[in-house]
């Protein structure tokens, strides 16, 4: 089936540091990844995505690349903001068998940047 | 700002009632994705719809079900309350066009809360 393992939080980092965030993920089929982010008090926003093997997405910073062989979706951004705390969630789509385009979760990593 | 509207924002009700949630779309979206995000079970897809009729189901309780109206609008029906359904609901929609994987926008969701 399909499932998303995320590096289990909370992350406190001060600001201007290096943030990673693991995720790998099981699929069945040929999926789709999604990093959404969630900011205090709000729904989900997309931040960015890869459909493919070897891509990049890519957003305010952050970026994360499709690893096919090691079946990774990695969450970087080089220098963190206060602004950038929040919680953010690894998903993946996996239309290919089913044709369904749902979305399968991660558990949520807390991000908190102290100035 | 999604586009994505969710009403009510906060409901507060007791064991054994039934509730609506509603839902309407980013305009030209004819999916709409229904998730439920509690603190033990995490973020789950319930129910999708796509131009009124029923797409796929996650892990929906048979107490629950969903509806897509012509106007594409969708309702959340939740009935037989209980303690554990109390949740943050989350509707997203998409355009959903075959074979591709489109990007998901999240309204801000249904805070539900059982006493």
């Known amino acids: 089936g399909n499932s998303v393992t995320q590096m289990e939080g909370p992350v406190t980092l001060s600001e201007e540091a290096f943030l990673t965030i693991n995720c790998t993920y099981t699929?069945?089929?040929?999926?789709?990844l999604f990093w959404y982010v969630q900011y205090p008090g709000e729904g989900l926003q997309l931040l960015l995505k890869a459909t493919k093997a070897d891509d990049k997405g890519s957003n305010k910073g952050f970026e994360a690349t499709y690893r096919k062989e090691t079946t990774s979706f990695h969450l970087e951004k080089g220098s963190v903001q206060v602004s950038d705390s929040a919680v953010y969630f690894c998903?993946?789509?996996?239309?290919?068998?089913?044709?369904?385009?749902?979305?399968?979760f991660g558990t949520g990593t807390r991000l908190t940047v102290i100035p | 700002d999604s586009g994505v509207t969710q009403t009510p924002k906060h409901l507060i009700t007791a064991t054994g009632q039934r509730v609506t949630l509603r839902c309407s779309p980013r305009s030209g979206d004819l999916s709409v994705y229904w998730y439920q995000q509690s603190l033990d079970q995490g973020l789950q897809f319930l129910i999708q719809y796509y131009n009124g009729e029923e797409r796929a189901k996650g892990n929906i309780l048979e107490r629950f079900s969903a509806q897509q109206f012509p106007d594409l609008h969708s309702e959340l029906n939740l009935s037989s309350l209980e303690l554990g359904d109390s949740a943050l609901y989350f509707c997203a929609s998409s355009v959903e066009l075959a074979g591709g994987v489109e990007t998901q926008y999240f309204g801000p969701g249904t805070r539900l809360l059982v006493l």
């Open positions: 699929a069945t089929g040929y999926p789709s």
């Open positions: 998903a993946l789509s996996d239309p290919s068998l089913t044709g369904a385009n749902n979305l399968f």
